[in-house]
């Protein structure tokens, strides 16, 4: 049964820093691809991050680049996005999801709030 198990959202002050986390199962995690999404209330999902397979490449959303980093271990079958620089309009359901043609399997999401 594949799995993806999103953590680490919370509540965090403009400028603070969270970790979330992606652990994935039941399907070979080392040849998919692996992203980040993100959708705000009365927002379209919007791609926020992406890390090929092995990890050798990564992309980001213009709003993120610079503040976001998307890591992955493949030992561990796991995804994360360290966010730093946090700013209110980041608040969001985050999610995470593989990809890999015609496969896509995506986690249930996690909520980040950054409020003062």
């Known amino acids: 049964q594949v799995q993806l198990v999103e953590s680490g959202g919370g509540l965090v002050q403009p400028g603070g820093s969270l970790r979330l986390s992606c652990a994935a199962s039941g399907f070979t995690f080392s040849i998919y691809a692996m992203t980040w999404y993100r959708q705000a209330p009365g927002k379209e999902r919007e791609l926020v991050a992406v890390?090929?397979?092995?990890?050798?490449?990564?992309n980001y959303a213009d709003s993120v680049k610079g503040r976001f980093t998307i890591s992955r271990d493949n030992d561990k079958n796991t995804v994360y996005l360290q966010m730093n620089s946090l700013k209110p309009e980041d608040t969001a359901v985050y999610y995470c999801?593989?990809?890999?043609?015609?496969?896509?399997?995506w986690g249930q999401g996690t909520q980040v709030t950054v409020s003062s």
């Open positions: 890390i090929t397979s092995a990890g050798g490449s990564t």
């Open positions: 999801a593989a990809l890999r043609r015609p496969d896509e399997y």
